[in-house]
């Protein structure tokens, strides 16, 4: 299951979770996804980590969906990605995301599930389903309103346009800017540490109480976003746009 | 139905409804808001358009309900007012709003089930039901916290008063401000144009993935607001408001 | 019931409850909590009293309960906190709070149901209750992200950190700041000064539509948030954390 593209390690309680596909911008396959949530299930499940930090070991945080790979994989509700966006909206330890360079599409849902995002100031924010005939995922039909703002959330889900980091910043989709990738990584890790203070009962029990209003509802959300999103994929405009970008 | 107090025209895919009564600050008639559900309604229909624009033909928005008028029609849940908001609450459509001027009650809730709204740097907001004894309506209730936050709406709808554009900006009521009311209008036609690139499909599934949660309850709110409305309105204070309004 | 620890008085139709224990920055105890609900039970009940004040007569806006005293009483659903809590969320009048210096914890939690919160620019503000290996409470698991975003939210009740004026008014736990206990106390007297012009019908009325929706899931919560809270009292980690606290 696992693959070299996706690798962990561990620093006293935290468990850092790295994308490393830097040639593809970390443009994310089948296997990754399935790599990504063998290393959540771990970390969820050992009683030595308190703390998940989901970063990549270069510039860029994930350019989304690796097209190519998606278009030979089978999409249903069982698939790897979707059980990856569970698996993150289901999370009962914090987990902090520090990103860079392109968070695109996934890159940017995988967000709305993190309790902190830190972000390098180059960062690009876009969730450009609508540029593919596609349609919004992983909760994000609501999560984004909700931690961005509904005039946001409308704006970049239906123009797909691209965002920055002080725009993200102000609306609250990250918690803090820095000016490089270096430092990017260094205050997740900060954070990270400052939190493992604090019991796994204390953390756990505190974001539980957090989520406790809408798990339920997220995740059937997220079935009928998947739903629409399966019935998206099948339309011609959907197969031209995926041709056209493949062939770019 | 139709008045010439509202019109439309048609650029490409681009709908764009017109409030015309300058002379009154675009206040708005039950015949108008018929109208208007009439324009709303051919546009939702008509498989040649993808984006509506809602605006006036002149430097303000709208002052909301023509309160003379309002006081010789009868007000139920058949009511075009409520026929009205009730409409643009379902919409399946992208909708931009263009506002500058006066936006005042009706003039501002209905921008909440807008998609975008551009703001000319001159506008005048305000939700001023309470000084007329009067409750909020168009689901403001609900809609104005969730779009501009709790602290604001509980401001602005006990309170009354006045906000300026940058107010709106920076809290999320509006997602762009402008300097001049043409530039305003340029801008919602620059954003519709750009919108209509994706297909009437994405759209509208993005949308209703957007507005899936809670459509139903918001019309089940409206519904209660409309019914305190209209005892509100039966009260001595609200008809001495009135009048000292209209005399004033 | 009453303590001299909180007193009120009446100017008009505007009631003003102060705490009043300046050497202990206005920890609050549990006669001091049944004191605040006597209080809030006389204004609500009041036909002579529109809008509600709760400030302190000192610089400091309240340390949170008083550990030493909160030991001493059995924790349960009907403790003094708790109905204090469940008045706060329940009021059917405007409630505005002034607060300044520290704003710690339940001194926070209260601010998420008042319509109003004017803020000195000295306030230091902080939901700690993880330090003592506690879990939110006061319906803030929910009431936080609502009012200032979910990555704040997420922030500050799994760190515990302190946050200052600005950072509270950026993201509108506050509605304004003040650069003087003084000036912040008037700023709530001038505001509820304005609300008494409306009718308390109207502002009932449009505070019962405000809150409409959530009130009962609000109280559900609360009941849920009061439980983990009980069991974490129990634990050593947060018995040994209250010990040290009180030892320092």
Same mark, same amino acid.
């Given at each position: 299951?696992?693959?070299?593209?996706?690798? *962990?390690?561990?620093?006293?309680?935290?468990?850092?979770?790295?994308?490393?596909?830097?040639?593809?911008?970390?443009?994310?396959?089948?296997?990754?996804? !399935?790599?990504?949530?063998?290393?959540?299930?771990? +970390?969820?499940?050992?009683?030595?980590?308190?703390?998940?930090?989901?970063?990549?070991?270069?510039?860029?945080?994930?350019?989304?969906?690796?097209?190519?790979?998606?278009?030979?994989?089978?999409?249903?509700?069982?698939?790897?990605?979707?059980?990856?966006?569970?698996?993150?909206?289901?999370?009962?330890?914090?987990?902090?995301?520090?990103? !860079?360079? $392109? *968070?695109? !599409?996934?890159?940017?849902?995988?967000?709305?599930?993190?309790?902190?995002?830190?972000?390098?100031?180059?960062?690009?924010?876009?969730?450009?389903?609508?540029?593919?005939?596609?349609?919004?995922?992983?909760?994000?039909?609501?999560?984004?309103?909700?931690?961005?703002?509904? +005039?946001?959330?409308?704006?970049?889900?239906?123009?797909?346009?691209?965002?920055? *980091? =002080?725009?993200?910043?102000?609306?609250?989709?990250?918690?803090?800017?820095?000016?490089?990738?270096?430092?990017?990584?260094?205050?997740?890790?900060?954070?990270?540490? !400052?939190?493992?203070?604090?019991?796994?009962?204390?953390?756990?029990?505190?974001? $539980?109480?957090?989520? +406790?209003?809408?798990? =339920?509802?997220?995740?059937?959300?997220?079935?009928?976003? $998947?739903?629409?999103? +399966?019935? $998206?994929?099948?339309?011609?405009?959907?197969?031209? *746009?995926?041709?056209?970008?493949?062939?770019?």
């Amino acid at each position: 299951m696992n693959t070299n593209e996706i690798f *962990a390690n561990q620093l006293d309680s935290v468990y850092e979770i790295q994308i490393s596909r830097g040639e593809k911008m970390n443009a994310l396959t089948d296997a990754m996804y !399935g790599s990504l949530v063998s290393h959540l299930n771990y +970390a969820e499940n050992s009683n030595d980590i308190k703390v998940i930090i989901i970063r990549s070991d270069n510039k860029h945080f994930s350019a989304g969906n690796d097209l190519a790979d998606f278009l030979e994989t089978e999409f249903n509700n069982e698939s790897n990605v979707i059980q990856f966006l569970r698996a993150m909206a289901t999370l009962k330890k914090p987990v902090i995301a520090a990103v !860079g360079g $392109a *968070a695109v !599409g996934i890159g940017v849902t995988m967000l709305l599930h993190c309790d902190w995002v830190v972000a390098c100031d180059d960062t690009k924010f876009s969730v450009p389903f609508i540029k593919l005939g596609l349609t919004p995922e992983g909760g994000s039909s609501r999560l984004l309103a909700q931690r961005c703002g509904t +005039a946001r959330a409308h704006d970049w889900l239906l123009t797909g346009r691209t965002f920055l *980091a =002080d725009e993200a910043l102000s609306c609250g989709l990250v918690n803090k800017t820095s000016a490089s990738i270096e430092s990017t990584w260094g205050d997740a890790q900060i954070l990270a540490k !400052g939190l493992t203070k604090s019991s796994l009962r204390a953390l756990t029990d505190t974001k $539980a109480l957090l989520k +406790a209003d809408e798990i =339920d509802s997220v995740l059937v959300l997220m079935e009928k976003e $998947a739903k629409v999103f +399966a019935s $998206a994929l099948k339309t011609t405009e959907c197969q031209n *746009a995926f041709n056209a970008f493949l062939n770019k």
